[in-house]
C-alpha cells in the first residue's frame, strides 16, 4: 500500500501562484508515475501533470507554460507550482502514483482562483 499526504493549495487571486506538495510514504517502488490530477465541480478528474522518476515530464495542455512539477526521489515527494493562475484552474487537485498499474490517490486539496 501507498500513502499520500498533500499540502498547499487555498484561495489566490487571478495572476497569482500557489504551491503544492506530496508526500508518498508506504511500499514506494522506484519505477512509479506521480503527478497531479484535478477535478472542478461537474467535471470528470483530469490530469494536470505527471513525472517520472527521471525526470520526464507531461503536462496538460491548458497549463503548459504555468505549472511545473518536480520530484525528490529520496524524499519520495512530488511538487506541483502553479503560476499565472486562473479561475478555471480551481478544483481539488489529488496527488497521484502510479505503480504496477495501480493508481493510489491523495486525499485532494481545494484550489481556488478568484477574479
Known amino acids: 500500500q501507498v500513502q499520500l499526504v498533500e499540502s498547499g493549495g487555498g484561495l489566490v487571486q487571478a495572476g497569482g501562484s500557489l504551491g503544492l506538495s506530496c508526500t508518498a510514504s508506504g511500499n514506494i517502488l522506484s519505477s512509479n508515475y506521480m503527478g497531479w490530477y484535478r477535478q472542478a465541480p461537474g467535471k470528470q478528474r483530469e490530469l494536470v501533470a505527471a513525472?517520472?522518476?527521471?525526470?520526464?515530464?507531461n503536462y496538460a495542455d491548458s497549463v503548459k507554460g504555468r505549472f511545473t512539477i518536480s520530484r525528490d526521489n529520496a524524499k519520495n515527494t512530488v511538487s506541483l507550482q502553479m503560476n499565472s493562475l486562473k479561475p478555471e484552474d480551481t478544483a481539488v487537485y489529488y496527488c497521484?502514483?502510479?505503480?504496477?498499474?495501480?493508481?493510489?490517490w491523495g486525499q485532494g486539496t481545494q484550489v481556488t482562483v478568484s477574479s
Open positions: 513525472i517520472t522518476r527521471f525526470g520526464t515530464t
Open positions: 497521484n502514483v502510479v505503480q504496477y498499474s495501480t493508481y493510489y
